[in-house]
């Protein structure tokens, strides 16, 4: 299958710099704010389909330490029709919004690609692709007017900022715990195949209301670098912050328009082992709930990222805000060294730019600890995203849907997969012997629609146009899952207080203002009490609450 997320995990949280917007749905409740809430997950293993593996002759060739996935170097030499009937019925046309990063791919009636899917399916989906960066604010206005497409991609990450989510969820999508609970799910054998845990975080309001994403890796962040760019100045991969700091400062050179970095400060607090649980909690050793802004880590974060930019190591087009692309910057132009991003940026950036620069060698720096002791990474295996059936459509219409949906979760070595994955053969992609590699009409057309409407039991690989891609991105997966951050709250769905996520933007604005030389480092106390009183106590105490009444 392809898990390549070009645009979609590359940017994976630049959408917190979008505007958390106000209370959502107000007509549905006579509060005019959420004090938020939780739902203990375990309790709701009723509700849950039924997991059955899926039929396979393809063993992997490199197996993923769980959470990791397993890894496929090889492209299967014979596909499977794992589907025989379309599933779609009744002809009438599927509205849909996903998310895109980079230019939009063209819609329907103007992609050979969607023309090719859309037959297989026997029902036309529609995509309407909205601006990835930006797509909370299309996400609150569409939830606060109540006007939904038929199946919705909403991102994990969005989830937790949009207020009064849950309220949303009841008031605008199809309840699909009869369609999907138990043995129920064997209709859909694709849907089956997902882990439990994902399921389990589909559960709203005590029922199953939408079909997760599996992600494909638990981690939210790397750091890459141009090892290519590396070699050339004698250079090796750095294992320490001091080493990272010190090689930022080597191949910093402004005469010849190379900078070290991007903006990495997700990346500095994860070397200084800031707390990320649920966006940036931890318990202290009374149990008490804590957040990042609060700890000593958080501040050394601060001062570390602070001097990066006053000693000039970040380009210059990231320090203005001009909305630099910085992938181009990196992967391109070689005008930044080092760059943070979602782990999916690394083989769609690879297989882009390579055909520019055979030289090209993007790899992920190994996580360290700036502290000592052992190194703590940040998770994220929730799922990446999750689809939502309009309320309404009728029991019919939820089943064909879902059937859509069903075919589109199709796994590597499937017609399907390949299909959903690479477009046709000699207009999307070449035949190799090494499996289908991608034309440029594909990186125009395909922007992973299909994907964002669906998802599969998560593997890793193949990509035939970036060989050895697999094999380092499991060496580091399998190495990095070792320091996998424990969240207390895990199996537990919180909806924070609306005052906390209304507070979320221009909290981390400020701070960014520090980080940038825009304020002091003294000012750190007094946003701190700020973010306090503006929701981050009423959070303390549901977090509290919520551990408590999980006897956790």
Not at 133 to 140: G, I, P, Q, R, S
Not at 148 to 170: T, Y
Not at 217 to 226: C, D, E, I, Q
Not at 346 to 369: D, M, R, T
Request: hydrophobic content about 40%.
């Amino acid at each position: 299958m392809t898990t390549s997320r070009r645009k979609f995990l590359g940017l994976l949280g630049l959408s917190a710099a979008a505007t958390a917007g106000g209370p959502l749905l107000a007509g549905c409740s006579e509060k005019p704010t959420s004090s938020g809430g939780s739902e203990n997950l375990d309790k709701f293993a009723n509700l849950l389909p039924t997991h059955k593996d899926l039929a396979s002759n393809i063993p992997p060739d490199i197996t993923g330490t769980r959470p990791v996935p397993d890894g496929y170097t090889k492209y299967p030499s014979t596909l499977i029709d794992a589907i025989t009937d379309k599933p779609g019925t009744s002809g009438k046309e599927i509205t849909a919004m996903t998310p895109v990063w980079g230019p939009a791919p063209p819609g329907i009636g103007q992609s050979a690609y969607l023309t090719a899917v859309n037959a297989e399916l026997g029902v036309p989906v529609n995509f309407t692709t909205q601006d990835g960066v930006t797509y909370a604010d299309k996400l609150n206005a569409m939830l606060g007017a109540r006007d939904v497409p038929e199946l919705l991609c909403v991102p994990g990450w969005e989830v937790a900022k949009i207020p009064r989510f849950s309220e949303a969820v009841n008031a605008l999508f199809e309840d699909l715990t009869d369609h999907l609970k138990g043995d129920t799910v064997g209709a859909y054998p694709m849907l089956a195949s997902y882990p439990t845990a994902a399921w389990r975080h589909a559960v709203w309001n005590q029922r199953l209301m939408a079909v997760p994403n599996p992600t494909d890796g638990p981690f939210p962040w790397a750091l890459f670098t141009r090892k290519d760019l590396l070699d050339d100045r004698g250079l090796t991969i750095p294992k320490s912050l001091d080493e990272l700091l010190t090689m930022a400062k080597q191949v910093t050179d402004p005469a010849k328009k190379v900078w070290a970095f991007d903006d990495i400060f997700p990346m500095i607090q994860i070397y200084h082992k800031v707390p990320g649980s649920q966006f940036g909690w931890r318990l202290k050793a009374d149990k008490t709930p804590e957040f990042k802004y609060e700890t000593p880590e958080y501040r050394q974060a601060l001062e570390v990222m602070a001097n990066i930019y006053k000693d000039g190591l970040v380009h210059p087009d990231i320090v203005a805000s001009k909305g630099a692309d910085a992938g181009l910057l990196f992967a391109q132009a070689g005008s930044i060294i080092f760059k943070m991003a979602g782990v999916g940026f690394w083989q769609g950036a690879q297989a882009e730019h390579q055909k520019v620069n055979p030289k090209l060698n993007i790899q992920a720096v190994p996580v360290f600890s700036a502290t000592g002791g052992e190194p703590q990474m940040w998770r994220a295996d929730a799922p990446t995203s999750y689809t939502f059936i309009r309320k309404g459509a009728g029991k019919e219409r939820v089943e064909e849907l879902l059937r859509v949906i069903n075919w589109c979760s199709a796994p590597l070595g499937t017609q399907e997969a390949q299909l959903r994955d690479y477009g046709i053969e000699g207009r999307h992609h070449t035949k190799t012997p090494n499996g289908p590699v991608k034309t440029d009409l594909a990186f125009k057309e395909i922007a992973n629609q299909y994907y964002f409407i669906s998802g599969r039991n998560p593997t890793i690989g193949p990509f035939p146009d970036t060989p050895n891609y697999v094999r380092d991105l499991l060496t580091w997966s399998n190495e990095t899952v070792k320091y996998l951050e424990p969240d207390p709250w895990e199996g537990l769905k919180i909806e924070m207080p609306d005052k906390f996520k209304a507070f979320a933007v221009p909290g981390e604005e400020k701070f960014l203002d520090v980080v940038r030389g825009r304020r002091p480092l003294s000012d750190v106390d007094s946003i701190v009490q700020e973010w306090k009183a503006n929701g981050g106590e009423e959070a303390r105490e549901l977090l509290a609450k919520s551990l408590s009444e999980a006897g956790k």
